[in-house]
């Protein structure tokens, strides 16, 4: 089964160019949904990366829209999934990069025919906690019920508690040890820090937002029935 790789991206041309030289080396089968921002200042940087992987171009759908933020751009590239037939998609952000063989073959098939989530070692786990799903795969018919990924309120930041919360309510929520590196400045040292970081997951007022967002959806019961 494809897996339809959710991937927004900003300012990270070369983390893109990296991330599909990893995963055409190590995905079994899959479909990379690509989201790029109009005003993004290295948009012609993407086009050249884009260039150079051309001959992948039908694994390769590139949506491209207003800045919105990576919550709303997981909802557009899901449901551009969706359209397509996709059964099962993944969150991951343009600081990943797969290691191990299969990796997207092992989630797939370790959520078996229940709805649920399943998730790698992203090399993070001994700084936050263990089952925190930095980047994972689903159904899509957990979107299609849900109706997003992201819940609308959501900018950027406290996705994986979500996918987390969904994974448990579910009762499937299985770590699969499939190695798929997470390099942030946590692991990798503050160099690599740049301004899609400063804007988005280490800005302090995005996170204050988006806390009290996701506070706000996990009290709310609507979201387990709509999964029922």
Do not use: C
Request: charged residues 25%; aromatic residues 10%.
């Amino acid at each position: 089964m494809t897996l339809g790789i959710l991937l927004p991206t900003r300012g990270r041309p070369a983390n893109l160019h990296r991330f599909l030289e990893a995963t055409v080396m190590t995905a079994v089968d899959w479909h990379l949904y690509l989201r790029l921002d109009y005003d993004d200042p290295e948009v012609v940087a993407y086009d050249d990366v884009l260039e150079h992987w051309k001959h992948y171009e039908n694994q390769i759908t590139v949506v491209s829209g207003e800045r919105v933020g990576f919550g709303p751009s997981l909802n557009e590239l899901a449901a551009r999934a969706e359209i397509h037939g996709i059964s099962h998609v993944g969150m991951f952000g343009d600081d990943v990069v797969p290691v191990d063989h299969g990796w997207d073959a092992a989630l797939v098939e370790a959520l078996g025919d229940d709805l649920g989530v399943a998730y790698g070692d992203d090399g993070l786990r001994d700084k936050h906690s263990p089952d925190l799903p930095t980047h994972y795969v689903t159904q899509t018919e957990v979107y299609r019920r849900l109706g997003y990924l992201a819940p609308p309120t959501i900018r950027h930041l406290f996705l994986d508690n979500v996918a987390r919360d969904v994974g448990r309510h579910l009762k499937n929520f299985v770590f699969v040890p499939v190695k798929i590196q997470h390099l942030h400045p946590w692991a990798q040292g503050e160099e690599i820090d740049d301004i899609t970081y400063r804007e988005g997951g280490r800005n302090s007022q995005v996170r204050r937002g988006d806390r009290k967002a996701y506070l706000q959806w996990a009290s709310n019961r609507e979201w387990k029935r709509r999964l029922a």
